[in-house]
């Protein structure tokens, strides 16, 4: 099970950015796949995930309405797509999975494997 964030950059106040997060060893459809992300300083939080087959969606409160969430099974990949950003979305964005999730969960410590960071910065 490998995973890889990719697609992080600079970007000013209010542009965007499209996260993908490739699978490799699994099919990522079958899995629940988290989004997290940590800021300089502090805690690594989940911004938003998505269950096996994408039926059940999750944001966290500070990125309704401006993240989305989905996958591209063609691609065996999930894509967070961020609109909107904000000088305080600035972090390093990681993707997740676990076999043993239910649905969709924010709770860092189920999450079993992780892919490496990619560094979102949004200028102000």
């Known amino acids: 099970v490998q995973l890889q964030a990719s697609g992080g950059g600079l970007v000013q106040t209010g542009g965007s950015l499209r996260l993908s997060c490739a699978a490799s060893g699994f099919t990522s459809d079958n899995y629940a796949i988290g989004w997290f992300r940590q800021a300089p300083g502090k805690e690594r939080e989940g911004v938003s995930c998505?269950?096996?087959?994408?039926?059940?969606?999750y944001y966290t409160e500070s990125v309704k309405g401006r993240f989305t969430i989905s996958r591209d099974n063609a691609k065996n990949t999930v894509i967070l797509q961020m609109n909107s950003l904000q000088p305080e979305d600035t972090a390093v964005y990681y993707c997740?999975?676990?076999?043993?999730?239910?649905?969709?969960?924010?709770?860092?410590?189920?999450?079993?494997?992780w892919g490496h960071g990619t560094l979102v910065t949004v200028s102000s």
């Open positions: 998505i269950s096996s087959g994408g039926g059940i969606i």
């Open positions: 997740a999975t676990d076999p043993t999730i239910s649905g969709c969960v924010l709770t860092r410590r189920l999450y079993g494997y």
